[in-house]
């Protein structure tokens, strides 16, 4: 309802009001009591090697992370210079399609939207057909190549 009768642009400052007068009822309701200080253990002492251990882990987790992200870039950068034509034309048209809704449809409308799908996201057929989207895209995401790549053999009589 908040969004159809355009409310939405009220939701921002009045929380922003909200805030303000929260503090200030603190401020001058509460000045006598004071706040109490939170209560930290602190972590049991690790001997050099489980430290050595854990500075692993995390390392190795880090590492993971970073090429997820290189093979992430990789990939968009296959799709930006049409490495793979045919997905190259489906993000392309799916560009043009979403210029257009933003385009011609109020945002009022695109919010109403997203909170309708945020709402029957779990129900059983929408669940079904958004898991079946889903395996497609990953699918689609898998075949893209990460990079052309081309495998030089060395020259023998330059090793003799």
């Excluded at 987790?61 to 045919?86: D, F, M, S, Y």
Aim: charged share 25%; proline share 5%; aromatic share 10%.
């Amino acid at each position: 309802m908040i969004i159809y009768r355009g409310w939405t642009r009220y939701i921002l400052p009045s929380i922003f009001v909200w805030c303000a007068v929260l503090m200030l009822v603190r401020r001058y309701v509460s000045k006598k009591m004071p706040l109490e200080a939170f209560r930290v253990t602190a972590p049991p002492n690790k001997n050099a090697v489980e430290r050595l251990l854990t500075l692993q882990e995390a390392i190795t987790e880090v590492e993971g992370l970073i090429q997820t992200a290189n093979i992430v870039l990789l990939k968009l950068r296959a799709i930006l210079l049409a490495v793979l034509p045919q997905a190259t034309e489906r993000v392309a048209l799916l560009l043009v399609f979403v210029a257009a809704v933003l385009a011609f449809a109020s945002l009022q409308h695109l919010v109403l939207l997203v909170f309708l799908e945020a709402f029957t996201r779990e129900m059983p057929y929408r669940k079904e057909s958004g898991d079946r989207w889903l395996r497609r895209l990953r699918e689609w995401w898998v075949r893209i190549p990460v990079a052309p790549v081309q495998l030089i053999k060395q020259d023998d009589k330059k090793r003799k």
